[in-house]
């Protein structure tokens, strides 16, 4: 990462250190909520009954699951509207290239504070699965990684198109179209081969399912090295094109 772009992440560290406490409740309360209704709740009925889930206590089924979604959720809501308010509402992108800051660089160092955010988020989120049970292997600690990679896989490309519009009507569409629906049928909660035949494929695309599954391959230690490179492929690819149309559509917003 070039220095210049650590400025930007400097400055969002210091804006986060005065806004840290409106994140709180959607960054570390719900998760863990979500967490302990499904898992303990509804896993507790699941487990009651004497059902396993792709072979696996619901509870820790559920939990590597919510961590990538969560971390996903995340990445969307920085890609959005803080992108907006940059280019066009406050504008405050355009006082960034005003110095030495090149547009990449702003773009970059805009995708490495999110992924600092969902660090901290999906550790807190880790430690507290972990004291309830869902995470039984020590390869757990590789869960975060994930859904680092998860999660900056959605920011990338979002944010490349959230610096081409001019209002946010579409935002919410993305949310409640988008987001939302591969929140529900990427396996987070269930398995994909429950989907109807038509659905799977389009679950198996989504790089939240990726995410879901190498989260899942290190919470329970079950480790499949084709698999788990491949999903990381995947995800570093979807990476990989969302930065380069990033940082192309961002020297178009802010060099005109």
Avoid: N
């Amino acid at each position: 990462m070039p220095t210049t772009a650590l400025r930007v992440v400097e400055r969002e560290a210091r804006a986060f250190r005065r806004l840290w406490r409106g994140t709180v409740f959607s960054a570390f309360v719900t998760p863990v909520l979500f967490l302990a209704a499904l898992g303990l709740g509804l896993g507790g009925l699941v487990d009651e009954g004497g059902g396993l889930v792709a072979g696996l206590p619901y509870l820790v089924f559920v939990t590597p699951g919510l961590l990538a979604a969560t971390a996903m959720q995340t990445a969307a809501g920085d890609a959005l509207w803080p992108v907006m308010l940059g280019t066009k509402w406050a504008r405050t992108f355009h006082a960034m290239v005003a110095t030495p800051l090149r547009p990449s660089d702003v773009y970059t160092g805009l995708m490495a504070w999110t992924a600092l955010r969902i660090t901290l988020s999906a550790t807190v989120f880790l430690v507290v699965g972990a004291a309830l049970g869902g995470v039984p292997s020590a390869w757990g600690v590789l869960a975060v990684p994930a859904a680092v990679l998860c999660g900056t896989a959605f920011f990338a490309p979002l944010a490349a198109y959230s610096a081409t519009q001019h209002t946010e009507v579409s935002f919410p569409l993305i949310m409640r179209l988008g987001v939302m629906p591969l929140f529900l049928f990427s396996g987070t909660f269930f398995p994909v081969e429950q989907l109807p035949g038509w659905a799977r494929p389009v679950a198996l695309a989504s790089p939240l399912w990726h995410g879901v599954e190498l989260a899942r391959s290190a919470t329970t230690g079950t480790f499949d090295g084709s698999g788990a490179v491949g999903h990381v492929l995947v995800l570093v690819g979807v990476l990989t094109l969302g930065w380069y149309a990033g940082t192309r559509t961002f020297l178009r917003r802010l060099a005109g």
